[in-house]
């Protein structure tokens, strides 16, 4: 005799579940603003979050503006969780590649000056918004 309390497991149900780049559930998602952390959280290190199956480092500059970044940067690949974060954004522990909180490389050591802008390179980042002591992330289409 089976009690109340024996059932089954339903199967998973990717479309549900998933929420990766691509995935109905993971679009849907990306539609709204977030919660990523505590404002406070911020502090003069960068912090590494997984959020919708993707890896990003959040910090705020010495400026005070917060930004979101893909967590590896777009010269060699190494994790920005290890940058320095500085008054203009966060520099790359590896070649020193300093982006602001846009993304946008705006300083490449041992370059000439202005070469940064005329290369033009972006770091893949999300707009951010502080609210009530909590940092927002949107993740969707423009």
Request: aromatic share 12%; hydrophobic share 30%; glycine share 10%.
């Amino acid at each position: 005799m089976k009690s109340r309390y024996d059932y089954e497991v339903p199967a998973e149900d990717p479309e549900l579940t998933h929420v990766g780049p691509g995935t109905p559930m993971g679009e849907l998602m990306r539609r709204y603003w977030q919660p990523i952390c505590l404002s406070g959280e911020l502090t003069d290190l960068p912090r590494k979050i997984r959020i919708l199956c993707e890896d990003l480092v959040v910090f705020r500059d010495n400026e005070g503006r917060v930004g979101c970044l893909d967590s590896h940067c777009a010269h060699r690949g190494t994790s920005l969780e290890y940058g320095r974060v500085e008054e203009r954004g966060i520099r790359c522990c590896y070649h020193g590649w300093l982006y602001d909180v846009e993304g946008q490389c705006i300083e490449m050591p041992c370059e000439q000056p202005g070469y940064a802008d005329k290369m033009n390179v972006w770091q893949p980042a999300y707009p951010v918004y502080e609210y009530g002591g909590l940092v927002f992330i949107y993740m969707g289409p423009p």
